[in-house]
């Protein structure tokens, strides 16, 4: 017994080797970085040990902005986009026709690349000298005024930022969708049909229940993308999204490492376990909220 447990961790060691060097190290890394005071990048040297850097981040204008628009594309888009993927794959899955052609076609803004995408939307929101954008003409042609939703004010630059985010991500959960709801047993719904069950109670009562481990599923990955945000931002307003007015957390600490700011891998560490604990306390909540929502 003894040797087979010998030869078992001799396989798992390239394993635990790689994760080692790749995971583990880096985080340690991290939290060293994030309580040394002054750090020199150049010559690796640091004048004390302290709080100094998270106190520093956390009065930061720029993170506290980066907060803030983190949060609104959070709370706004995996709510919004689930909702969505949830209603579109409850329709495919009630179509026999052309079913797996508009599949496809729901799916296809996941395989494209995300800044070609983002330049596309750029291209429909952004007012240039020629042209105010298609949807500024849409906007007139029903009598409105036009907006400028790149360079104009915070709330329609947010508003891009959420109908782009929720573009993005819908596809891959309407596809984690479609598949859950194919894996619902018929039996269930022939025996709601005989009993004169409506459709709603059909649906809240058996469809909901059944998918509900996917579901949570869905809203967890969703949280913790949103909470990754950054080249999306980049991709419709440019990479100085400080000036924008619309960074990221991440944006945050990437400007911090490699940005016109950079060269303080001490702010960006303490950032980095901000973004890290924020994550970690919503995915416990929801896996608390769980428990008594979710049927496994």
Partial sequence: MQNKNWKAWLYLLPAIAFLGV??????????????????NSTSQTFWGTGLY???YVLHDPYFLQAVKNTFILVIITVPVSTGLALLISVGLNSIKPLRELYQTVFFLPYVTNTLAVGLVFMILFKKTAYSDGLINLLIHFFGGQSIDFIDGPYWAKMLVMCIYTVWVVMPFKILILTSALASVRQDYYNAAKIDGTSKWRTFTRITLPMISPMIFYLIITGFIGAFKAYSDEVAIFGTDLNAAGMNTIVGYVYDMLYGDSGGYPSFASA???ILFAIVLTITVINLMISKKNVQY
């Fill in 271 to 273: 950032a980095a376990l």
């Fill in 22 to 39: 790749f995971m583990v190290y880096p985080l340690v890394d991290v939290f060293v970085y994030s309580f040394e005071e002054g750090y």
């Fill in 53 to 55: 850097n998270y106190s």
